[in-house]
């Protein structure tokens, strides 16, 4: 399994809703990455796990909660968002934490809509 | 902090007609300059993975290089469905992890 899988692939909420995105991987990879990426933007990057533990948030609101429950699974837990957070939210997965020869391997990504 | 920029922004081309996308970065230490194709509603795919200056990698019509301030995707005699988004990211160190930054992008679309 070569995959990053995604779900859902597409979320409508309203600002005062919870929801969470899943992310899922079984390539053994220890380090797990929520980026961020606006219409005709580059992605960016939002929080690094490593080992299951958060090692980089970049400066990220406390309206996106992640969480990495084991090795193979990283959630986004939204709560209060606005308008402007809409975007395609992607997950992505490397091998190791501190070095990548091999890419990071990306999700198909959740379309999110705050309305 | 590093820097990532892609040009020219937007390309296009006739079918066959070869050409070169940009990238160029700044860096403390280079420890990685990575090539991804993205498709529209699509998550980034791994195309290359460069190191040093003077290397190079090939992958059907594309080929990437590496000099010391800048990297280029050649495509050779393109065809539409090399159309996509080519998206150039440098691997940078924060506290013993890394990540990727990346640059803005070239939104390539090859016509028959």
């Known amino acids: 399994d070569t995959e990053v899988t995604q779900t859902p692939k597409h979320l409508v909420m309203g600002m005062t809703n919870k929801k969470s995105l899943k992310c899922e991987q079984h390539?053994?990879?220890?380090?797990m990455y929520w980026y961020k990426q606006k219409a005709k933007k580059p992605p960016e990057l939002m929080f690094v796990y490593s080992y299951e533990k958060l090692s980089i948030n970049e400066s990220v609101p406390s309206r996106f909660s992640p969480e990495c429950p084991n090795s193979s699974l990283l959630n986004l837990h939204l709560h209060a968002l606005q308008p402007e957070d809409s975007a395609l939210y992607l997950c992505a997965s490397s091998q190791d934490p501190g070095w990548s020869n091999y890419g990071y391997t990306f999700g198909s990504g959740t379309r999110l809509t705050v309305v | 902090e590093d820097q990532v920029t892609q040009s020219p922004e937007a390309l296009r081309l006739q079918e066959g007609e070869s050409s070169s996308l940009n990238c160029s970065y700044t860096?403390?230490?280079?420890?990685?300059l990575f090539w991804y194709r993205q498709d529209p509603g699509k998550g980034p795919e791994f195309l290359f993975t460069?190191?040093?200056a003077g290397e190079e990698k090939e992958k059907e019509r594309l080929k990437a290089t590496l000099t010391k301030k800048e990297s280029f995707l050649h495509i050779t005699a393109p065809k539409p469905e090399d159309s996509a988004t080519y998206l150039c990211a440098v691997q940078e160190m924060e506290g013993g992890y890394n990540k990727l930054i990346f640059g803005a992008g070239t939104r390539l679309a090859v016509h028959p």
């Open positions: 460069l190191y040093s």
């Open positions: 390539m053994g990879h220890r380090a």
């Open positions: 860096v403390s230490g280079l420890r990685g």
